[in-house]
Nanobody, 121 residues
Framework: QVQLVDAGGGLVQPGGPLRLSCAAS????????MSWYRQAPGRERELVAG????????NYADSVKGRFTISRDNAKNTVYLQMTSLKPEDTAVYYC??????????????WGQGTQVTVSS
């Protein structure tokens, strides 16, 4: 059974750091593009960061570029999101996503349960 377990969320002060993790099981983790999404109340779910299966390529939303870093450890089947210089507008539920595709054909698309990040003083 495919499972993505998000963890590491919590309450943090503005400007502070926080690291999220997502532990994967039930599929070939190293074959999947991994990403983090977030959704705030009343807002659309947005892509925050993504990383290629090898870890060699990454991409970020403009709003987090320079502050967040996505990484993965294929030996541990885990993807991370290191967040720094957090802002109140970063407050959201963060979701881990695993995607396997070839052109427009999607072979796998899995989601974690979400972890709450609250940035407040």
């Amino acid at each position: 059974q495919v499972q993505l377990v998000d963890a590491g969320g919590g309450l943090v002060q503005p400007g502070g750091p926080l690291r999220l993790s997502c532990a994967a099981s039930g599929f070939t983790f190293s074959s999947y593009f991994m990403s983090w999404y977030r959704q705030a109340p009343g807002r659309e779910r947005e892509l925050v960061a993504g990383i290629a299966s090898s870890g060699g390529s990454t991409n970020y939303a403009d709003s987090v570029k320079g502050r967040f870093t996505i990484s993965r450890d294929n030996a541990k089947n885990t993807v991370y999101l290191q967040m720094t210089s957090l802002k109140p507008e970063d407050t959201a539920v963060y979701y881990c996503n695993a995607l396997r595709r070839a052109l427009t054909i999607i072979y796998g698309d899995y989601w974690g349960q979400g972890t709450q990040v609250t940035v407040s003083s």
